[in-house]
């Protein structure tokens, strides 16, 4: 991390894209004045098949509302307790392609009390899920640690299965200036 | 056949819990990136990336396109006995990919 970065604050680096759009000024191309100048070129037939494209391309996004579900489909209708898991990942990162996490559970890995499995999802990608680690007592210790695709600023949540079926979890708030997964190239 | 990069002890006491660090090449495409010309990439991934210690899986990571390309794992195994550790990877159009390390247990 650079030094200029961090004369920033959180805070204003998540509001400045909304500040820079320009709002004050009518005639400053927004986004909604492009989608809607694209869809009055359409509607004369002026438009070649690369604005059709791109107005039918909708990327799908993952909610909050879709990680519950992911995350759902994983826990079922056990409750998920905080605690025991620690998710580390960097606040503020400059580039959402290679982001570092590590998910560490505090459990011993005994053939008997172990951690079963560590989920990783996240809120704002296409897809909710991000990784499904399955581990056994053989894994020695409960510790993971890989390099993600973040596609905007957003919580990572960790969720750990232990043996006896019971769920754990951590997040991590992550800012993303540079996003990644859907990017045009 | 894809690089690899794998990081295991070749020596270790009984007992001690080793790390193990691997790394693969690949693009890990998405499947939510469109060209140029507004046609979008289709996904190729790897998906499955499974580690053994003398045959019995130690490890198992299901991966989605949210993994960073060239797939990085850090994880750890309980040095049991001499033998071989091996490593496979598959995913999208048929990739397949192995490795293996020998590890001596004192």
Do not use: D, F, H, K
């Given at each position: 991390m650079t030094d200029s970065c961090r004369a920033y604050s959180p805070i204003a680096l998540r509001h400045l894209p909304h500040d820079a759009?320009?709002?004050?000024?009518?005639r400053a191309p927004t986004r909604r004045r492009f989608i809607s100048d694209a869809a009055a070129l359409a509607g004369v037939g002026l438009v070649s098949t690369d604005v059709a494209c791109l107005l039918s391309i909708k990327p799908a996004v993952a909610t909050p509302e879709s990680m519950r579900r992911a995350i759902g489909q994983v826990v079922g209708e056990a409750p998920v307790h905080k605690g025991k898991v620690k998710l580390d990942i960097?606040?503020?990162?400059?580039?959402?392609n290679s982001v570092s996490i590590t998910v560490t559970v505090e459990n011993p890995m005994t053939a008997t009390d172990y951690v079963k499995a560590i989920h990783v999802f996240n809120e704002?990608?296409?897809?909710?899920?991000?990784v499904s680690a399955r581990l056994g007592?053989?894994?020695?210790?409960a510790r993971l640690a890989t390099r993600i695709r973040l596609a905007d600023s957003q919580t990572v949540t960790a969720i750990a299965e232990l043996a006896d079926g019971s769920f754990w979890s951590d997040s991590a708030q992550v800012i993303v200036t540079l996003p990644a997964c859907t990017e045009r190239l | 056949m894809a690089r690899t990069i794998i990081n295991v002890p070749a020596k270790a006491r009984r007992g001690d819990i080793i790390e193990i660090k691997s790394l693969i090449q690949h693009e890990?495409?998405?499947?939510f990136r469109v060209d140029n010309v507004g046609q979008v990439l289709p996904r190729d991934i790897i998906t499955d990336f499974i580690c053994r210690y003398n045959g019995e899986e130690i490890f198992h990571a299901e991966l989605f396109?949210?993994?960073?390309?060239?797939p990085f794992f850090v994880f750890s195994t309980t040095a049991t006995e001499s033998g071989t550790i091996t490593f496979e990877w598959s995913g999208d159009n048929g990739f397949s990919a192995t490795a293996s390390r020998d590890i001596t247990v004192e």
């Open positions: 759009a320009g709002y004050a000024s009518p960097p606040p503020l990162v400059e580039s959402g704002q990608n296409p897809l909710p899920n991000v007592p053989r894994t020695g210790r | 890990m495409e998405t499947g396109p949210a993994i960073a390309a060239n």
